[in-house]
């Protein structure tokens, strides 16, 4: 079974101006992320607007991004919903179209109990013999998987393997989970804690840094990490300072490395958002267009 650590990459999905998925530039993306120090690539995740992607697209950006990068970096299919078929179904599909794990989010909107939640984990395992990493974000789905559920179902799902956390607030060892930091600004401290590393935003445009700082935490050099990392704090809030993936989209056209285009009902940042992201580029010398 797969091992998840260090830099996972929850990638942009790129448009053209038509809101038509762009797979060169998914391509030159992806292959920036992997130099940039991304041992793993999530598709079709929340940054990846998965909510506005059709089956068919994904399956498509799956299958550029592989030809593109090979066995370079895992990639880490979306196929969650809120809709048990379909989530069986959208995983069966990302598993026979090579993808090397599957991220299945807790089901939103529907806010079932916590027998609903497992029921629905449990029939997207049985779907594959990949990897399956549990998303737990409730601040997008409404409902928690507690600390304790997750333990549950790791012991009876034997792919269940990782548990990305969104819930800062409950991030902590679990018996029987690798647990991935879930937001930019806890990374530290989840590897802190023995996490093994996290599915991060701001790696599209500091790669290099955060892949340094899980370095200096698997050497144990841990003030040069925290250094590190209140240095990275400034882009790390400018990539929250409106809804996801809005900011970090910003930031890469800014940086020229692709359009900022996105689907309804995102909608593009506003002049202050905007100014406030080219700022914290600046600020850390990156190469901002004029």
Do not use: W
């Amino acid at each position: 079974m797969a091992t998840f650590k260090g830099v996972i990459t929850a990638m942009v999905t790129p448009f053209d101006e038509d809101g038509e998925v762009d797979l060169p530039a998914c391509r030159r993306v992806a292959r920036l992320l992997v130099e940039t120090g991304s041992d793993g690539i999530v598709l079709a995740g929340s940054t990846g607007e998965s909510a506005t992607l059709d089956d068919a697209e994904k399956l498509a950006l799956l299958r550029a991004v592989r030809e593109e990068l090979g066995d370079e970096a895992q990639l880490i299919v979306g196929t969650g919903s809120n809709d048990t078929r379909h989530s069986v179904a959208a995983t069966r599909a990302a598993t026979e179209a090579g993808a090397d794990a599957v991220l299945i989010v807790t089901p939103y909107y529907n806010k079932p109990n916590p027998a609903g939640i497992r029921a629905h984990f449990e029939a997207c395992c049985v779907a594959t013999e990949l990897p399956v990493i549990a998303y737990n974000i409730p601040s997008r789905c409404v409902v928690n998987i507690e600390p304790s559920q997750l333990e549950e179902m790791a012991a009876s799902l034997p792919n269940l393997v990782a548990v990305k956390q969104a819930n800062d607030d409950q991030l902590g060892p679990l018996d029987g989970l690798e647990v991935l930091a879930g937001n930019d600004t806890v990374f530290l401290q989840c590897l802190r804690i023995g996490g093994t590393g996290g599915v991060l935003v701001a790696s599209h445009v500091v790669g290099p840094q955060m892949r340094e700082l899980a370095d200096m935490i698997e050497r144990g050099e841990y003030a040069r990490a925290e250094r590190l990392d209140a240095e990275l704090a400034p882009i790390y809030q400018a990539m929250s300072v409106t809804t996801n993936p809005i900011p970090v989209k910003t930031a890469l056209e800014l940086l020229g490395i692709c359009s900022a285009t996105m689907r309804l009902p995102m909608v593009p940042a506003t002049d202050p958002e905007r100014d406030a992201i080219r700022a914290a580029l600046e600020r850390r010398g990156l190469p901002v267009r004029a």
